[in-house]
């Protein structure tokens, strides 16, 4: 399974940017990059994917790296809602079931001050 | 997208006795998922689910332990066996949709 590398914790203020990195120097070419985040007594919520060219949405943009062994989301302005752990997931090979599965890493968690 | 609903969202268990979690989606799905999210951890995959079909388990977890249901396509139950305080964790459920997983709230179970 490709693994992804992220750093355990950031710290933003409320409306700057953020930029969180992340590493996943194994991965393959068919491999999409999955961005979740895990509120507080939340399930994770789904952010953003891509391939190969950078995205934006509405909840944020993702760039990814001429390599595509490394990507970063922004957040163009962070709000105190944005407070959350950030994962970073590559979307993974088939399960036994033939179905794919999302590995989840660490993750970065966000803490963003007033 | 897709609603999901867990239910109970919260228990306190006994050791030795069986937690069973129920998942409901708004919408008919041909897969689910089962999470384990330990305090203070990331997310395990315990199992995926198929309507009609033996679920299958993931390295590290047994049917035993964890029997799954799936009458439907929508519903799917998770049962947590022979509790211990090691089984103390958040238990979530998920599905796939064509871009993006969705996630029920989580069940945060307790084990005294």
């Known amino acids: 399974d490709a693994k992804t590398t992220q750093p355990n914790s950031m710290e933003s203020n409320e409306e700057e940017p953020v930029h969180l990195p992340c590493n996943h120097s194994?991965?393959?070419?068919?491999?999409?990059i999955h961005w979740y985040r895990q509120l507080p007594s939340q399930g994770p919520e789904y952010v953003i994917h891509g391939l190969t060219s950078n995205v934006n949405n509405r909840m944020a943009s993702l760039a990814i790296a001429e390599d595509r062994k490394s990507s970063t989301l922004i957040l163009h302005r962070a709000t105190l809602r944005d407070a959350a752990v950030y994962y970073c997931i590559l979307r993974d090979s088939w399960t036994q079931g033939g179905s794919e599965k999302l590995v989840f890493g660490k993750g970065t968690k966000l803490t963003v001050n007033p | 997208s897709a609603v999901i609903s867990q239910k109970p969202s919260r228990d306190i268990c006994q050791r030795g006795t069986s937690l069973t979690i129920q998942c409901q989606v708004d919408?008919?799905?041909?897969?689910m998922f089962w999470y384990r999210q330990q305090p203070g951890q990331s997310l395990t995959l315990i199992a995926t689910?198929?309507?009609?079909?033996?679920?299958?388990?993931e390295s590290g977890f047994v049917i035993d332990k964890f029997p799954i249901s799936r009458p439907n396509l929508t519903f799917s139950t998770l049962t947590v066996s022979n509790l211990s305080p090691e089984d103390s964790s958040i238990y979530l459920c998920?599905?796939?949709?064509?871009?993006?997983?969705?996630f029920g709230q989580g069940t945060r179970l307790t084990v005294v």
């Open positions: 919408s008919q799905v041909t897969m």
């Open positions: 998920s599905v796939r949709g064509n871009t993006e997983a969705f």
């Open positions: 194994t991965i393959s070419g068919t491999d999409y």
């Open positions: 689910a198929n309507q009609g079909s033996e679920a299958t388990y």
